[in-house]
């Protein structure tokens, strides 16, 4: 069956919204070389580029009269940064919008045979396989999601493809490019770019409210996970490339000081020890005592065998017990050796709960994995003011301000340990605010004893803030 006759069988049914067909006219026009297509969250984006490569494809089918072969020639790419998002995100978003009927998935190759007529390769720019097609590959259309993920140089290489002829005319070569902001050189080249659109760089918003299809409530969904950072809701809701500037940093300086300035009016009521145990030759283990969200008693220390470290973990609970005599909940990083470590304490008849930071979150569409969901909550409570903290130690407030957050796929990540430790970050790994992050965390699971009277309890907490106005101010 010939390509054409192919075509009459399919139908599409797709609705562009204005900002989409804006897009398909900006990339319709002979000047242009390339269009970033972004400003913010939830404009249809992936969507629009996995239509615009297939109605491509069928363009260059039609005009140049060709037909199915056995070896259907390769005329673009579609790409992200990494293979692994690709595959989850936009090649799941070409399987949705894409008629089955109309192209098939060689995976092996990962290439996208379109009506066995022409061909576009696919994957990732972390995938040494397909970066090396790009040295002999001659392409006409390409597309990058998430291109705020990618160097300039990456994109240069893919560039550098735009070669094809087909018998001996040239189809034409486009680039669209998908962001969402960031600081990067997307902002310098396309975004504050004046003479962009006279080199053929076009630059076009793209923003939630101009998307009709958006699912019922993410905008508040938005705004209500990033209430505490406007300079976020700048970008996503409202494109702002300007606002995301210095924004990485997960808790700020100001939110840590204020800390030590808020008391909280009320009874103690949990109070946990929390541990992360060292894995590593220059890690330390640190345990604190916390009661609410403030460090009362703390132990640090270079790397000792689990026997050491849970005799010290049982020594400071024992130390400080509850009011019905009964030591109080252990929290630990149970991953490495902190495992062995729990397990020891549990025989001593300690109630143990242990904090794997890489396990699965409670909210999976925000956050990669639980370690994010705990930084990003203690972000949240910093800046909010709810965090109180008596102890000042310069190293963990320090430590504290040090991890910075991206989003991947829409969900957060947060830096990890070996990214901090690296000699242009801080140079070592963040104990301390570990321990306290998976602190604050941890409240949730504190024995609470029943007290014989809220009087008492009361009366504790005098004695320990003194004459500390409400406000603590």
Same mark, same amino acid.
């Given at each position: 069956?010939?390509?054409?006759?192919?075509?009459?069988?399919?139908?599409?049914?797709?609705?562009?919204?204005?900002?989409?067909?804006?897009?398909?006219?900006?990339?319709?026009?002979?000047?242009?070389?390339?269009?970033?297509?972004?400003?913010?969250?939830?404009?249809?984006?992936?969507?629009?580029?996995?239509?615009? %490569?297939?109605?491509?494809?069928?363009?260059?089918?039609?005009?140049?009269?060709?037909?199915?072969?056995?070896?259907?020639?390769?005329?673009?790419?579609?790409?992200?940064?990494?293979?692994?998002?690709?595959?989850? @995100? @936009?090649?799941?978003?070409?399987?949705?919008?894409?008629?089955?009927?109309?192209?098939?998935?060689?995976?092996?190759?990962?290439?996208?045979?379109?009506?066995?007529?022409?061909?576009?390769?696919?994957?990732?720019?972390?995938?040494?396989?397909?970066?090396?097609?790009?040295?002999?590959?001659?392409?006409?259309?390409?597309?990058?999601?998430?291109?705020?993920?990618?160097?300039?140089?990456?994109?240069?290489?893919?560039?550098?493809?735009?070669?094809?002829?087909?018998?001996?005319?040239?189809?034409?070569?486009?680039?669209?490019?998908?962001?969402?902001?960031?600081?990067?050189?997307?902002?310098?080249?396309?975004?504050?770019?004046?003479?962009?659109?006279?080199?053929?760089?076009?630059?076009?918003?793209?923003?939630?409210?101009?998307?009709?299809?958006?699912?019922?409530?993410?905008?508040?969904?938005?705004?209500?996970?990033?209430?505490?950072?406007?300079?976020?809701?700048?970008?996503?809701?409202?494109?702002?490339? *300007?606002?995301?500037?210095?924004?990485?940093?997960?808790?700020?300086?100001?939110?840590?000081?204020?800390?030590?300035?808020?008391?909280?009016?009320?009874?103690?009521?949990?109070?946990?020890?929390?541990? *992360?145990?060292?894995?590593?030759?220059?890690?330390?283990?640190?345990?604190?005592?916390?009661?609410?969200?403030?460090?009362? *008693?703390?132990?640090?220390?270079?790397?000792?065998?689990?026997?050491?470290?849970?005799?010290?973990?049982?020594?400071?609970?024992?130390?400080?017990?509850?009011?019905?005599?009964?030591?109080?909940?252990?929290?630990?990083?149970?991953?490495?050796?902190?495992?062995?470590?729990?397990?020891?304490?549990?025989?001593?008849?300690?109630?143990?709960?242990?904090?794997?930071?890489?396990?699965?979150?409670?909210?999976?569409? %925000?956050?990669?994995?639980?370690?994010?969901?705990?930084?990003?909550?203690?972000?949240?409570?910093?800046?909010?003011?709810?965090?109180?903290?008596?102890?000042?130690?310069?190293?963990? *407030?320090?430590?504290?301000?040090?991890?910075?957050?991206?989003?991947?796929?829409?969900?957060?990540?947060?830096?990890?340990?070996?990214?901090?430790?690296?000699?242009?970050?801080?140079?070592?790994?963040?104990?301390?605010?570990?321990?306290?992050?998976?602190?604050?965390?941890?409240?949730?699971?504190?024995?609470?004893?029943?007290?014989?009277?809220?009087?008492?309890? %009361?009366?504790?907490?005098?004695?320990?803030?003194?004459?500390?106005?409400? %406000?603590?101010?």
């Amino acid at each position: 069956m010939a390509a054409t006759d192919q075509v009459q069988d399919i139908e599409v049914d797709w609705d562009f919204h204005a900002r989409q067909s804006r897009a398909l006219d900006i990339l319709g026009l002979p000047e242009c070389n390339c269009l970033l297509y972004g400003g913010a969250k939830g404009g249809g984006k992936t969507v629009l580029g996995c239509r615009w %490569m297939f109605t491509e494809a069928m363009s260059i089918i039609d005009s140049f009269g060709l037909t199915p072969s056995q070896y259907p020639p390769a005329i673009g790419f579609l790409g992200r940064k990494r293979a692994v998002d690709f595959s989850k @995100t @936009t090649l799941e978003t070409w399987k949705r919008e894409i008629p089955s009927a109309a192209y098939r998935l060689n995976e092996q190759k990962h290439e996208i045979i379109i009506f066995e007529t022409v061909k576009y390769h696919y994957g990732g720019f972390d995938d040494r396989a397909v970066v090396e097609k790009f040295n002999s590959a001659e392409y006409c259309r390409c597309f990058v999601d998430q291109a705020e993920e990618l160097t300039e140089d990456e994109i240069a290489m893919l560039e550098a493809t735009f070669r094809l002829l087909i018998g001996t005319k040239s189809p034409g070569y486009k680039m669209l490019l998908t962001a969402n902001p960031a600081q990067c050189w997307l902002k310098s080249k396309y975004v504050k770019n004046p003479q962009g659109m006279k080199e053929g760089l076009y630059f076009l918003q793209a923003l939630p409210v101009d998307n009709p299809y958006l699912e019922r409530g993410y905008v508040e969904r938005l705004q209500r996970v990033y209430k505490h950072r406007p300079e976020l809701l700048e970008a996503y809701l409202k494109g702002s490339w *300007d606002a995301v500037e210095g924004s990485d940093i997960l808790i700020h300086d100001a939110w840590v000081e204020a800390s030590h300035r808020i008391v909280k009016i009320g009874p103690v009521a949990r109070k946990i020890v929390v541990a *992360d145990i060292a894995r590593f030759g220059d890690d330390r283990t640190v345990i604190y005592f916390m009661e609410e969200t403030s460090v009362e *008693d703390s132990e640090v220390y270079g790397k000792h065998d689990t026997h050491y470290t849970s005799g010290k973990i049982a020594q400071m609970a024992n130390k400080h017990k509850l009011e019905d005599g009964k030591p109080c909940t252990i929290v630990i990083d149970g991953d490495g050796i902190g495992g062995p470590v729990a397990d020891n304490l549990r025989a001593y008849g300690f109630d143990v709960h242990e904090i794997h930071s890489e396990a699965a979150t409670s909210q999976p569409d %925000m956050f990669d994995n639980l370690r994010a969901e705990m930084w990003w909550s203690a972000g949240e409570k910093f800046a909010n003011g709810e965090v109180a903290n008596d102890y000042v130690d310069d190293e963990l *407030d320090r430590e504290l301000t040090i991890p910075k957050y991206r989003f991947r796929n829409g969900k957060i990540i947060i830096e990890s340990k070996d990214e901090i430790k690296k000699a242009d970050r801080y140079g070592q790994s963040p104990d301390k605010a570990d321990t306290y992050i998976y602190g604050l965390y941890g409240l949730q699971f504190a024995r609470i004893p029943k007290l014989t009277s809220q009087a008492q309890t %009361m009366r504790k907490f005098r004695r320990r803030c003194g004459s500390v106005s409400p %406000m603590g101010l």
